[in-house]
């Protein structure tokens, strides 16, 4: 079945650090791919997303490339805020599902 | 604009008692409603989803069930709670572009 792995947190980055958080996936098909931020005692808020293979999501500096051939969609950010501190949580939507799939979440803290 | 509202915010329950979450969605019709489960320090899990009206998909077997009574109502429910049930609700709706909607979320403590 369809599934998600990402690496186990917590990160803890310096601000203006480089920020790298990895996802794996696996899915027979196309997925749509995502990735979402959940700020403490927030819901999930979309922070960008991927359809295709070797789309490119982007926002508020975020970037993730759907890699197909590495069945990857890593999130980066060049220069971590410490307001960016929060849980990223990476998800599939299998082709032709209308479910999505999470990731079980990395916790980003930065600190000044 | 479409919008989800889930209440309570908050809710601090008994040992076997009843519950009932709620979640409504303004702006959109006929949309895939779902609810997902995140216990403490874990990922989310999803217990239900919905493509309609009186149509609901459960995810895994457990102690809640959910019903869809209007079109962009949908709620979660327990006839007797247990400890393992505490952890955050998240109500959400999917979008035609694929990804999910969600709303702010419920804290559910049962003790």
């Known amino acids: 079945g369809n599934s998600v792995t990402q690496m186990e947190g917590p990160v803890t980055l310096s601000e203006e650090a480089f920020l790298t958080i990895n996802c794996t996936y696996t899915a027979t098909g196309y997925p749509s791919l995502f990735w979402y931020v959940q700020y403490p005692g927030e819901g999930l808020q979309l922070l960008l997303k991927?359809?295709?293979?070797?789309d490119k999501g982007s926002n508020k500096g975020f970037e993730a490339t759907y890699r197909k051939e590495t069945t990857s969609f890593h999130l980066e950010k060049g220069s971590v805020q410490v307001s960016d501190s929060a849980v990223y949580f990476c998800a599939l939507r299998g082709q032709g599902y209308n479910k999505l799939i999470f990731g079980a979440g990395t916790r980003l803290a930065v600190h000044p | 604009s479409q919008t989800i509202h889930q209440w309570p915010a908050t809710l601090v329950q008994p040992v076997g008692s009843p519950l009932s979450l709620e979640c409504t969605v303004e702006?959109?019709?006929?949309?895939?409603l779902y609810w997902y489960r995140q216990a403490a320090g874990r990922g989310l899990q999803l217990l239900f989803y919905?493509?309609?009206?009186?149509?609901i998909s459960s995810e895994v077997p457990q102690n809640l069930s959910a019903s869809r009574p209007q079109d962009r109502q949908f709620i979660l429910s327990s006839k007797k709670l247990l400890l393992s049930d505490s952890g955050f609700y998240l109500c959400a709706f999917g979008r035609r572009a694929g990804e999910l909607f969600f709303g702010e979320g419920s804290r559910l403590t049962v003790l």
């Open positions: 702006g959109t019709s006929n949309p895939n």
């Open positions: 919905s493509v309609g009206i009186g149509q």
């Open positions: 991927a359809t295709k293979a070797d």
